[in-house]
């Protein structure tokens, strides 16, 4: 998931799928409430809602036509750096 604020304060974002091979679902509609999160997928009939636990995961459930699934959003662990040897 990607999620950005925009200067008019509002939050933009796009579900990344990768059993879809990486393909890009556009979120329709973001709601924060404190530790809540809500969206929406209008292409794909999907709704998230989500609370932000102490160690800043965000876990809820995901629910499409016909399928309710728990999920748990983790911020990816930092890019190791290779170290230049300058040779």
Known sequence: MKLARVSDGTAIGALISVD???QEFPITTITQKEKQLQFEIRVIKAKYTGM???????????????????LVFKRPAAAIKK?????
């Open 52 to 70: 932000l636990n102490d160690s800043g995961e965000i876990a809820g459930e995901y629910a499409l036509p016909g399928l309710n699934l728990p």
């Open 20 to 22: 879809q091979g990486g």
């Open 83 to 87: 170290p230049s040897w300058g040779i």
